[in-house]
């Protein structure tokens, strides 16, 4: 079965590393769908992301989990969802079924894939580490 997650993965952390390896267990293969520079900045704000595409990309994809990395640029990951037609699609805890976009919810619907929620590392994230390097 395909496995496809979808994010931002800036600053790659343990709360990444634990999620992505959940993803990988619920199929044969994980595709990452990786946010591009000017998505992750329309979401997260002028100064991010930290690291470029590429680099994020290339950190991802060294990753025993994770089996393909693609960089999309629109603001939702529908059309990527459309093109490769996971049988499961995987978020993180700080999403609910009702919070995800409607659009993907219709693509993961129209091409029959299961949606799962996964739960959060507590405590671990990168808006996290940013607030604790900027704490004097």
């Known amino acids: 079965m395909l496995v496809l997650t ?9 709360g990444h590393v634990r999620y992505l390896q959940a993803a990988r267990r619920r199929g044969d293969a994980l595709v990452v769908a990786l ?3 000017d998505s992750v ?5 002028p100064s991010r992301p ?5 680099d994020r990309a290339e950190v991802l994809a060294a990753l025993a989990c994770v089996d393909f990395v693609t960089v999309f640029h629109s603001a939702r990951v529908t059309e990527v969802i459309r093109a490769i037609r996971p049988q499961i699609y995987v978020k993180g805890g ?4 009702e919070s995800l976009d409607p ?9 029959g894939a299961q949606i799962e929620i996964l739960e959060l590392v507590a405590g ?3 808006t996290a ?8």
């Open 50 to 54: 930290v690291n470029t595409e590429l």
């Open 6 to 14: 979808n994010g931002c993965f800036d600053l790659l952390h343990v």
């Open 103 to 111: 659009g993907e919810r219709e693509a993961l619907e129209d091409v």
């Open 129 to 136: 580490i940013l607030q604790k390097i900027s704490t004097p």
């Open 35 to 37: 946010n591009g520079d």
């Open 124 to 126: 671990k994230s990168t």
């Open 94 to 97: 700080d999403y609910t079924l």
């Open 41 to 45: 900045r329309a979401l997260k704000g």
